[in-house]
């Protein structure tokens, strides 16, 4: 079943983990086909709290259409990832 998704994560503040880490989101979201209609990068921002002994993060946020079954999948690659400090999927639909 395809479901509407918003997707938020945060990479290191520096350029090229950032570039890195957006490269495998985009190829993970390719892979599993899920049809993104929406993306936004919202920059550099501090940290609420300290993560990896970083106080900024990369923050990219995103609109997807995507089999829900696929969902836990692409989060295991995110979660493994060290290019990734935290992200987060969001159903919008589900109550």
């Given at each position: 079943m395809?479901?509407?998704y918003e997707f938020t994560i945060i990479f290191d503040a520096d350029e090229e983990k950032t570039k890195a880490g957006l490269e495998l989101v985009k190829?993970?979201?390719e892979r599993f086909s899920a049809e993104?209609?929406?993306e936004e990068?919202?920059?550099v921002r501090t940290?609420?709290?300290m993560i990896n002994k970083q106080d900024k993060g990369h923050y990219f946020y995103f609109e997807l259409k995507a089999d829900t079954s696929v969902v836990g999948?692409?989060?295991s690659i995110f979660?493994?990832?060290t290019l990734v400090m935290k992200y987060l999927f969001v159903n919008?639909?589900?109550k």
């Open positions: 395809i479901a509407n190829s993970t979201f993104v209609t929406k990068d919202l920059g940290l609420a709290y999948q692409m989060s979660q493994l990832s919008p639909e589900r």
